[in-house]
Nanobody, 120 residues
Framework: QAPLMESGGGLVQPGGSLTLSCAAS????????MRWYRRVPGKERELVAE????????NYADSVKGRFTISGDNVRNTLVLRMNNLRPEDTALYLC?????????????WGIGTQVTVSS
């Protein structure tokens, strides 16, 4: 089973909302630094939001601040990205990432992504 699997992408109208999920297997999302990235062809991968550390501190890209919310659903062991007031420029492949420093090095997991398209 893949360590991370994104879901929830799709087509949404500008101004609409969409919620993405990233289901984790084999580890607990509340013990890892969790990130949402997005990528479009020909453009560098962008960090959208993250929730990190023991305090589960959240951080957002300026482009999504105030519109997106990252959180961990510990019951379902799932990372969630709630997206509101979506804009066409939010169109991208959204990727889930989990990482953690351990004694022998770094653990770093990636999902394969879920496509979000914002269009009328």
């Amino acid at each position: 089973q893949a360590p991370l699997m994104e879901s929830g992408g799709g087509l949404v109208q500008p101004g609409g909302s969409l919620t993405l999920s990233c289901a984790a297997s084999g580890f607990s999302v509340n013990t890892y630094n969790m990130r949402w990235y997005r990528r479009v062809p020909g453009k560098e991968r962008e960090l959208v939001a993250e929730i990190t550390g023991a305090s589960r501190t959240t951080n957002y890209a300026d482009s999504v601040k105030g519109r997106f919310t990252i959180s961990g659903d510990n019951v379902r062991n799932t990372l969630v990205l709630r997206m509101n007031n979506l804009r066409p420029e939010d169109t991208a492949l959204y990727l889930c990432n989990a990482w953690r420093d351990i004694a022998r090095g770094r653990i770093d997991y990636w999902g394969i992504g879920t496509q979000v398209t914002v269009s009328s």
